[in-house]
């Protein structure tokens, strides 16, 4: 239970010590242990009669680890209960069994499991003793399975999993136990469940102040008539490890069964390192519980030290500077790998990211995995995080409508205590696109939750994302939003303040452009807009369901990518955006529907290979020197092709067919390419920037010539053996002379030896049905991605990549 669900008796007894650490006594071991659950499952598909029951005989289940989506391992089927909608992958109902031990020292502590996130309707049973049911599929949650355990021999939990109901989603959601599971211990009087709220409420460049609330749970047998002698010892860390702050709070007591309190304590240092976007600066507080002399909890809390400020006019500041939160939404899917969430993945979705200029991610539209927080706290990311898609009306038939007046308070609570501490969370946002924008019930509705937030944590502003945000919609009249968010719009944002006097406003989703990698019809100067209407073809596009990357096709709601920016950029007041997406997702194919089954949204596609217009944003966002030319150099001879250049640091860009000039362009007000008109000829193109007449950066592309051979190159030859690190490999086809064949489309067949496994394969195509889970992948566009996962054991593996008529490749990565 947590603090705000049960009775407390506050106790704010303190002693601050700023700037210094007192000699307190040393421990060799933690009391609390967290333990990594995911290895050892077992896995069926489909119902199981008594499947809870610990005499069951689960031999004959598929032997497998965690996390683990089961959707993603089936065909994509254009008559599936999920529709195209939900990634067209079957769902239905799975079961999960492990059997452990717990050793008989444990017998006088406190067991517990964590679930990061089950998708969805999990029912969890531990010895055939039910824990209990959670609905929502993005929410963390903890059973105790403290009574029902045998300490010092064999334990059997049982997890049922129920994604049959469709759909119930409008994106690809994934089957299973997707996220980590945890196996946590400590003593029985320790702190409760993210039972730590640190806060900075004074911060300067010379000084901090920190807050820390610590709820301490007692369960213990006792005399209720009594109370628990006990002490709190926080401290402080920087980076390095070095102690350099801490809080001794002694004398302090607490009750018997079951009790939490709540304890305060300050730390006050000087001259902090403030996480910033740039400088994600970490440190860390260390608390101990101690009673009888004992120390019977150790618990950490992590702390970025910052402060931000949404200015009505000014927008948005992060540590007294002005800057724009540069953002990107994104669903939870990891491409082919689907919803399983792998920290690797994760991770470097985050770093290409970074590398355009990104600073910003909303969780779109639910809880994120909690590692997708700790990842932004260290690379310096500001998170949207986002709660609900709809609260009491739904947008498909079974969705979290079904559960909202039962579960929105317990979800939402989860979800604030469990990120509160996280520097990187920024904005909470309570709701996306909500059907009930117009309902007066929202007048009710938005004050409630954004109560439930602000109970737990006032120190960030709460937003909904709204698809209709002008003055009719009852969220925002409600008067329970800090930060007014439009859901596109684009083009009434200079009057947002005739409609929206001293408010202030946050770009919750923007742009929608649409773009298929590699692909380019002409001219690519007329926009192209896809009807307002799901039910309606795309009746301007192509028999293959591809979109032009020229970033000329937009949805009728959104905008294309540089005319979005080009607003942005222009007013202060807009603190910042958050583009629909950065990465392509699966599931939704806005424009298309089968045999499309994934996005065309992302400015990077789902293999992880970027878009032309990838370069623009770090043209616009980056310090880097940018010179990007589209498109390839593979035409008709005689037809018209409409060369772009995204560019910055320059004056001006001069391109050259074949070493003949076509003329040097210059940016022109606000326009963020340049474009020639070039009458193809095969050869080499090269366009040359300039600055001052001084050549700032040179880009080549070559007409290719037939497919030749395959190149293996990995994102790191050198991985973890630890049975979840990846590598991730991009096949290229290239012609004799090492150019990258734009067209070439060549069946790749993979053969794996040594430690580890394919663990997806993928090339970005929305329209593929080759399954992900294989040991082959058609190129699309000249390209083909293989993930290899380590298998736990140390050693070299060998990939070999073969296709007919091809010279193969070899590639060896180094597992340790």
Not at 614 to 626: A, F, G, L, R
Not at 660 to 689: C, F, I, N, Q
Not at 718 to 737: E, M, P, Q, Y
Not at 791 to 810: E, Q, V
Request: charged share 25%.
């Amino acid at each position: 239970m947590s603090l705000f669900r049960t009775t407390l008796r506050a106790a704010r007894i303190l002693i601050l010590v700023p700037f210094l650490f007192f000699g307190l006594k040393s421990f060799a071991q933690s009391p609390r242990s967290k333990a990594d659950f995911d290895m050892g499952w077992r896995f069926n598909l489909g119902d199981v009669k008594g499947g809870e029951e610990p005499g069951l005989n689960d031999a004959k289940w598929r032997a497998l680890n965690l996390p683990h989506d089961w959707s993603i391992e089936g065909k994509f089927d254009k008559n599936s209960p999920a529709t195209v909608e939900g990634g067209a992958l079957t769902g239905g109902l799975g079961w999960y069994r492990k059997t452990f031990t717990v050793p008989a020292s444990s017998k006088d502590k406190m067991v517990y499991i964590d679930f990061d996130g089950v998708y969805w309707n999990s029912t969890v049973w531990i010895n055939g003793h039910k824990l209990g049911f959670r609905p929502n599929g993005y929410i963390s949650f903890r059973y105790d399975m403290t009574p029902y355990l045998k300490f010092g021999g064999k334990n059997v939990i049982a997890v049922k999993v129920d994604n049959s109901v469709q759909p119930n989603s409008r994106w690809y959601s994934g089957s299973g136990i997707y996220r980590h599971v945890w196996l946590e211990t400590t003593d029985k009087l320790a702190i409760d469940h993210w039972g730590t709220y640190v806060t900075t409420p004074e911060v300067t460049d010379h000084s901090a102040t920190i807050d820390l609330n610590i709820v301490v749970k007692n369960n213990m047998a006792g005399d209720d008539s009594k109370s628990l002698p006990m002490e709190l010892q926080s401290t402080l860390y920087d980076a390095k490890g070095n102690s350099i702050g801490s809080a001794v709070s002694k004398n302090l007591t607490i009750n018997y069964a079951g009790a939490a309190t709540l304890f305060d304590q300050k730390i006050s240092i000087i001259n902090p390192s403030l996480w910033s976007v740039d400088n994600p600066y970490l440190y860390r507080i260390v608390t101990k519980v101690i009673t009888g002399g004992k120390v019977t909890d150790e618990y950490t809390t992590p702390l970025g030290i910052r402060y931000f400020n949404f200015d009505a006019d000014k927008g948005f500041s992060l540590n007294g500077k002005p800057m724009k939160i540069l953002g990107v939404c994104d669903h939870h899917d990891l491409g082919s790998l689907g919803a399983a969430l792998n920290n690797r993945a994760l991770q470097r979705q985050l770093e290409m990211l970074k590398a355009m200029g990104c600073n910003g991610i909303r969780t779109s539209h639910n809880p994120p995995a909690p590692e997708l927080l700790d990842l932004a706290d260290k690379m310096g990311f500001i998170v949207m995080d986002e709660a609900f898609d709809c609260w009491e009306v739904g947008k498909v038939k079974y969705d979290y409508h079904l559960f909202f007046k039962e579960w929105h308070k317990r979800d939402l609570e989860d979800q604030v205590l469990r990120d509160r501490n996280h520097p990187s969370v920024m904005i909470w946002s309570i709701g996306n696109e909500i059907p009930q924008q117009g309902d007066p019930r929202s007048l009710t509705l938005a004050p409630e939750l954004a109560g439930i937030v602000h109970s737990l944590d006032k120190t960030r502003p709460i937003t909904t994302a709204n698809d209709r945000p002008d003055t009719s919609n009852k969220i925002i009249q409600s008067g329970a939003l800090d930060l007014i968010g439009y859901n596109y719009h684009e083009f009434n944002y200079a009057g947002f303040h005739d409609r929206y006097p001293g408010k202030k406003f946050i770009a919750t989703e923007t742009t929608s452009g649409l773009e298929t990698r590699g692909h380019y019809d002409m001219p690519s100067d007329s926009i192209r807009v896809w009807p307002n209407r799901w039910d309606k073809p795309f009746t301007d596009g192509n028999p293959d369901n591809t979109v032009s990357a020229y970033d000329n096709v937009r949805p009728a709601w959104g905008s294309t990518h540089e005319a979005t920016w080009k607003v942005m950029k222009k007013y202060d007041f807009l603190s910042g955006m958050f583009i629909w997406t950065g990465w392509d997702y699966l599931g939704e194919p806005t424009p298309y529907k089968w045999p499309s089954r994934s996005s065309y949204f992302g400015i990077i596609d789902l293999a992880g290979f970027p878009k032309d217009i990838y370069y623009m944003y770090q043209s616009e966002w980056t310090d880097k020197t940018v010179l990007h030319i589209l498109p390839h150099w593979n035409w008709e001879p005689g037809k018209t092709i409409d060369v772009w250049a995204f560019y910055n640091h320059a004056d001006e860009v001069e391109l050259f067919l074949n070493g003949k000039s076509l003329g040097t362009k210059k940016k022109e007000g606000d326009d963020l390419h340049v474009m020639w008109r070039v009458k193809y000829e095969p050869g080499t193109l090269k366009a040359v920037s300039r600055k001052d007449g001084k050549i700032v950066k040179t880009e080549v592309i070559h007409t290719a010539g037939k497919p030749a051979k395959i190149q293996l190159v990995a994102d790191r030859k050198n991985i973890k053996a630890n049975g979840k690190d990846l590598s991730f490999v991009t096949v290229r086809i290239l012609d004799k002379d090492g150019n990258v064949v734009p067209t070439a489309d060549n069946l790749v067949n993979f053969k794996l030896n040594g430690n580890a496994f394919i663990a997806g394969v993928d090339n970005g195509s929305e329209t593929d049905h080759d399954p992900f889970k294989a040991n082959y992948r058609h190129a699309f566009n000249g390209l083909a991605l293989a993930i290899l996962q380590s298998n736990g054991k140390p050693g070299n593996i060998t990939l070999d990549a073969s296709s007919k008529g091809l010279t193969g490749a070899t590639l060896v990565i180094n597992s340790k």
